[in-house]
């Protein structure tokens, strides 16, 4: 299945609303959900960065790791790898604004970080990388962006070495078939449709050649982000309602998609 929206609607469409999304969700410019957990208590950005945390386990990431972060928005969690674990990050994202800010974060950061990091934009399903370059792929909230997201799976795979691991969460669609709502405030507002449920999504990483060593559907922490995310754009409608009120709107839609069972989270470990 290849979605009907392109890499480059998706592309202008980060170009856009990139300054709009860092107003609310996270200055720094982190843009994916969060894990609630005793760690986090219901602070949502303690929750996103325990994501990472959790990620960062999973795949047991060293010094030694050379990982590629697939769709690195705005760069800070590429960052954020490397200073936290010594490994080396190559970010890329089809947004040009997105890796702009990304190289500019880099620029501040110590020079043993600078050398470690860097920012590319291509496309998932055209990696501009040698076969077996990385030891993983990291991505967060990016795949179910992908026109051909059979083709992304194969690139991963194409550019880890004999046991490599793929990190990484991604939306999916419990339901074939939803409500006109979801499709509306979910799929088209998000340029995204996809053929993947938790299991399927299994299935195809199978059929790609991995090794699927833990999946979690994780959908219940996507729910919690988005009242999260509601509340925050609910409170900033009432200093700029044209701005912010259709966004806590539709945010109050994708929670309920999650209710319905329209909308879901998966979060997936696989081995080469």
């Known amino acids: 299945m290849t979605s009907r929206f392109t890499e480059h609607d998706t592309e202008q469409f980060y170009d856009a609303e990139d300054a709009l999304y860092r107003s609310f969700w996270d200055k720094a410019g982190s ?13 949502f950005l ?3 960065a325990n994501l990472g945390d959790i990620m960062v386990g999973m795949a047991s990431i060293t010094p ?8 690195c928005g705005n760069g800070n969690t590429a960052i954020w790898l490397s200073n936290t674990t010594g490994c080396e990050v190559v970010g890329i994202d089809l947004s040009g604004v997105r890796v702009e800010n990304a190289r500019l974060d880099l620029a501040g950061q110590p020079a043993e970080t600078r050398d470690r990091v860097r920012f590319e934009k291509a496309s998932a399903t055209a990696l501009p990388f040698e076969d077996a370059y990385f030891s993983h792929v990291w991505s967060q909230a990016t795949i179910y962006h992908v026109h051909d997201k059979r083709a992304a799976l194969s690139e991963a795979y194409r550019v880890l070495g004999d046991g490599g691991v793929f990190v990484f969460d991604d939306l999916i669609k419990p339901k074939a078939e939803v409500s006109e709502q979801s499709r509306k405030y979910v799929y088209a507002r998000l340029l995204f449709d996809t053929e993947f449920s938790f299991g399927s999504y299994q299935a195809a990483l199978g059929d790609t050649g991995f090794k699927v060593l833990d999946a979690r559907d994780v959908s219940p922490h996507l729910q919690t982000s988005y009242q999260h995310l509601a509340a925050i754009t609910a409170d900033k409608s009432q200093q700029d ?32």
């Open 64 to 71: 030694d790791s050379r990982i590629l972060d697939l769709g």
């Open 46 to 48: 303690k929750a996103c």
């Open 241 to 272: 309602a044209d701005r912010y009120k259709p966004l806590s709107f539709a945010y109050q839609q994708m929670v309920r998609a999650v209710e319905e069972g329209e909308l879901g989270w998966g979060l997936y470990l696989c081995r080469k």
């Open 31 to 43: 843009l994916h959900w969060g894990i609630f957990d005793n760690s986090t208590g219901d602070d």
